[in-house]
């Protein structure tokens, strides 16, 4: 197997590519898990703010994408990588699609409607995407080693 000492040019590119894409893709879930922790413990509740990953969208995309470059050009986890990668994009768009409708994410209106329910669980989706994309990029890089 190859080690990054030994690897060619091309194979350590695609593996920095991967690790900046794994540190990408853990910012905004490491905040998420911060801001919870500390919201769970001041206010003795559960609370956590499922929009962070794809408010910081800027950050999680461009890491899925790499991960998903390394994967197919190093050839590991590539099908994987790209469904992931399809989901999030398609769990963000349509969130941004839910949200525009009337009475989607509305304060004159209970939080119970089906449209508020859809987007969190649409959300939920991206979260848990991006969470397995990032463990997917941290097996990668142990099968090649």
Known sequence: MKTFLNASKKDLFYSILRLAGIVLSAIPLL???VTSLIGNIISGQL????????????LT?????FITIAAI???????????????AIITFALCQVLTLLPG???????AENFLFSSTIILLLIFDLTDLTMFVVGLFSIRKLR
Do not use: N, W, Y
């Not at 703010?49 to 800027?58: I, K, M, Q, T």
């Not at 989607?104 to 209970?110: G, K, N, P, R, Y």
């Open 31 to 33: 905040l998420l898990f």
């Open 47 to 58: 609370l956590t703010d499922v929009l962070l990953p794809a408010e910081l969208f800027f």
């Open 61 to 65: 995309f461009p890491g899925m994408i």
């Open 73 to 87: 050009k190093q050839h590991v986890h590539r099908k994987l990588s790209v469904v992931l990668l399809s989901v």
């Open 104 to 110: 989607a994410v509305s304060s004159l209106q209970a």
